[in-house]
Structures are given as structure tokens and as C-alpha cells.
């Protein structure tokens, strides 16, 4: 074989081999050529994503710690029963002045036209008016039948009950810890309902002892209750509760805030312990 002609042919078939080679060493190459940012993790590309675009990120959910739940609202505003709206405090009533009444048993207009009107549970008419130191209240029942009727009067640390029925009388109770004790019994008075001169003595009497008294309905008209109270200085709210003579464990009262003893029936007589919210009654303006 020509010499010449075999050099070419190696000459050749390196040529080849170095060419195989290189195209070889570049197609392993290629991937490395890739720019760096398609090699960055996923992480790394979402932080600067979060970070360059803030608003595009919905508000944050306000931590539950910020605002009272439900349950702890309906726990804080709603008290206990029995310090639900502090014993109900009752606004005082206006109490007009007026001209004294004559203590008979009947409301005549002319007498009770200055007087006050409130109502008592059952739609009686309850009057009031002051004269001469005196606190004047009219009962007109909504019915004719007999009653027996019980004025409480708070005077500082201690209530009378001033009762009308067939009689008069005054029991007392004062404060105590947790209820209020009688520390009076009723001593009945004034049995007489006529005005014969005996009668009206007695009344007069029991006025000026007692610093109360009152027309009862068999003196004039059936419906129809007329109390003369002293004012005294002390004298600070008022509570009316009444029994029919056809239901007499039912009670007619006034105000419509009575939660107490008050509109409790006692068939036993007075207990000796009462449970009684003075601020529930009705406090006496005389201001006009």
C-alpha cells in the first residue's frame, strides 16, 4: 500500500475520532449553559415574588383575641337574676300640691282635681297631691268589692306598713343583713266606719299618734280609699299593694317595678321577716 495514501487515512480517522469527541463533550456541556435563574429553587423564587408585590396579599384575618367572642358578651351583659338592673331603680314621681281633702271615703273632683294619677297593675286609679305637710293618695278601684289595702313607706333604715281594711294599723319593720324584721306588731284601730263623734275622735287620734289615717270605703264611696300621711322628713319612697275580697291571694299594686314582698300574699298574717326592695318603690318628688 502507498505510504501517502495510509498517513491520509489516519490522518483521517483522527480528525474523525477528535470531531466525535467534541461534539460529544458539548452535548454533555449544553445543560450547565442553562441561565442560573431557571436553577433557582422554587422557595427561593416565591419569597421576592410575596416581598415586591405586598398589596396584591389579602388582609390579614383579625386574631380572634382582638374581638369578645359571643359566648363572653352574652356572659358579661346579662347579670345575675338577682342583680338585674340594681333592684330596678324606680324615677321618682312628681307629686303636685294641692288643697287638703276632707278624709270622708269619697274622691270629689274638687277636692283631688290638682292630684297626680298613676295606675295601679289592674288599671285602678291611684291620686296623689301634698298640702299643709301632708301626703294625700286616692285609691278608685276598678271594682266595688271589698279590699284590704297596705301603704309601705320607707323612712331611712326602716318601712311601716300603714293597712286599711275593716280597721287601721301600723306594723314596722327595720333593715337588717339580708331581709328586714318586724319590729312592730299591727295593733288594730278605728273599727268604726260611721261619723258619729266617738268615730271621728278616734280617727282624729289615731291621725295624731300614728301620723297617718284614712277614709275607708264603707264611709263613703264603695271604690274609692283616701290616705292622709304625714310628711315627715324622712319620708323617701312609697309602695301600694292591695287584695280583693274575692281573690285575696292576688295583689293590686303600684309601681309596676314590685318585685318584692310587697305583692306577696300573707294568709298567715305578717311574717316576721320580709324580703323588701325599697328601691323598687316609687320615690316622692315634692319639687313642683
Same mark, same amino acid.
Given at each position: 500500500?502507498?505510504?501517502?495514501?495510509?498517513?491520509?487515512?489516519?490522518?483521517?480517522?483522527?480528525?474523525?475520532?477528535?470531531?466525535?469527541?467534541?461534539a460529544s463533550a458539548c452535548a454533555q456541556a449544553r445543560p450547565t449553559s442553562t441561565p442560573e435563574a431557571?436553577?433557582?429553587s422554587p422557595e427561593t423564587?416565591?419569597?421576592?415574588?410575596?416581598?415586591?408585590?405586598?398589596?396584591?396579599?389579602?388582609?390579614?384575618?383579625?386574631?380572634?383575641?382582638?374581638?369578645?367572642?359571643?359566648?363572653?358578651?352574652?356572659?358579661?351583659?346579662?347579670?345575675?337574676?338577682?342583680?338585674l338592673t340594681p333592684q330596678a331603680e324606680q324615677a321618682a314621681v312628681s307629686v303636685p300640691p294641692g288643697n287638703p281633702?276632707?278624709?270622708?271615703?269619697?274622691l270629689s273632683a274638687g277636692e283631688w282635681g290638682d292630684a297626680?294619677?298613676?295606675?295601679?297593675?289592674d288599671g285602678s286609679e291611684l291620686?296623689?297631691?301634698? $298640702?299643709?305637710?301632708?301626703? #294625700? @293618695?286616692?285609691?278608685?278601684?276598678?271594682?266595688?268589692?271589698? &279590699?284590704?289595702?297596705?301603704?309601705?313607706? !320607707?323612712?331611712?333604715?326602716?318601712?311601716r306598713i300603714l293597712h286599711a281594711s275593716a280597721a287601721l294599723g301600723t306594723a314596722i319593720t327595720q333593715q337588717g343583713t339580708d331581709n328586714w324584721q318586724q319590729t312592730r306588731e299591727f295593733d288594730?284601730?278605728?273599727?268604726?266606719?260611721?261619723?258619729?263623734?266617738?268615730?271621728? $275622735?278616734?280617727?282624729?287620734? #289615731? @291621725?295624731?299618734?300614728?301620723?297617718?289615717?284614712?277614709?275607708? &270605703?264603707?264611709?263613703?264611696?264603695?271604690? !274609692?280609699?283616701?290616705?292622709?300621711?304625714?310628711?315627715?322628713?324622712?319620708?323617701?319612697?312609697?309602695?301600694?299593694s292591695a287584695a280583693r275580697s274575692s281573690s285575696p291571694d292576688e295583689r293590686v299594686f303600684?309601681?309596676?317595678?314590685l318585685d318584692d314582698d310587697c305583692i306577696k300574699p300573707t294568709p298567715g298574717g305578717m311574717p316576721p321577716e320580709l324580703h323588701l326592695s325599697p328601691a323598687q318603690w316609687a320615690e316622692i318628688d315634692l319639687s313642683l
Open positions: 500500500m502507498n505510504p501517502c495514501k495510509t498517513t491520509r487515512l489516519y490522518a483521517l480517522a483522527i480528525v474523525w475520532v477528535v470531531l466525535v469527541l467534541v431557571n436553577t433557582v423564587v416565591a419569597l421576592p415574588v410575596s416581598q415586591e408585590e405586598p398589596t396584591d396579599t389579602p388582609e390579614p384575618t383579625p386574631d380572634p383575641t382582638d374581638t369578645p367572642q359571643p359566648v363572653m358578651q352574652a356572659e358579661d351583659s346579662v347579670p345575675a337574676t338577682e342583680t281633702p276632707s278624709i270622708d271615703g269619697t297626680a294619677i298613676e295606675l295601679l297593675s291620686l296623689l297631691m301634698h $298640702a299643709e305637710g301632708y301626703l #294625700y @293618695l286616692g285609691i278608685r278601684s276598678t271594682t266595688r268589692e271589698g &279590699s284590704a289595702t297596705n301603704i309601705y313607706v !320607707e323612712d331611712d333604715d326602716q318601712v288594730w284601730k278605728c273599727r268604726g266606719s260611721s261619723n258619729s263623734e266617738a268615730a271621728v $275622735a278616734a280617727r282624729a287620734a #289615731y @291621725l295624731r299618734d300614728e301620723g297617718w289615717v284614712v277614709g275607708i &270605703s264603707p264611709m263613703g264611696t264603695p271604690n !274609692e280609699l283616701e290616705y292622709q300621711i304625714e310628711l315627715m322628713s324622712t319620708l323617701r319612697r312609697i309602695a301600694v303600684w309601681p309596676a317595678t
